[in-house]
């Protein structure tokens, strides 16, 4: 059963992703993010990576993409403006995309992926764990990070005002 739910999320990610790219309207890549990302969480929580997935729902799903949302809704005219990408973008894209393939497939294909069965397992932190360590050790990144955001917005609303 897990295999099962693991290709049907990974499809999901995978379609997702296929339309983020293929759509010309940018509220619509803006969904099929969404759907990417939450295949993505489903994934980590048929791996049993339950703080991933919720991090990954929380931040990514949550936040950032209510974001970009509204950094669209803010920056645009209109929230159907449809963009076209310039025969240069495209290939470069393509480019990109070949180099990374094979680069992963390198990495992949060259890993040694057979594990000791002495190595000791890792254990991950708890979400206790994590949220002291956010609060203590990695708060100044943590801070950065949000007003990082914050700046992000107000520029989003800086550039949407009308001109008088």
Known sequence: MDDLAFYIFAA?????????????????????LLGTLGGVACLYFVLDANLLAVIQLIVYAGGTLVLMVFGIMLTSKSPWVGFRATRGQVAGAVLVAILMAVGISTLVLTAE???????????????????????????VPFEVASV???????GAAYLARTEK
Not at 12 to 32: E, F, H, Q, Y
Not at 114 to 139: F, H, I, W
Request: charged share 10%; proline share 4%.
């Open 12 to 32: 999901v990610s995978l379609l997702s992703a296929i339309g983020i790219v293929a759509s010309s309207n940018i509220v619509r890549s803006a969904v099929c």
């Open 113 to 139: 992926w057979s594990q000791s069965a002495n190595a000791p397992l890792k254990t991950s932190p708890s979400v206790a764990e994590v949220g002291e360590m956010l609060l203590t050790d990695y708060l």
């Open 148 to 154: 990082l955001l914050l700046v992000v917005m107000i």
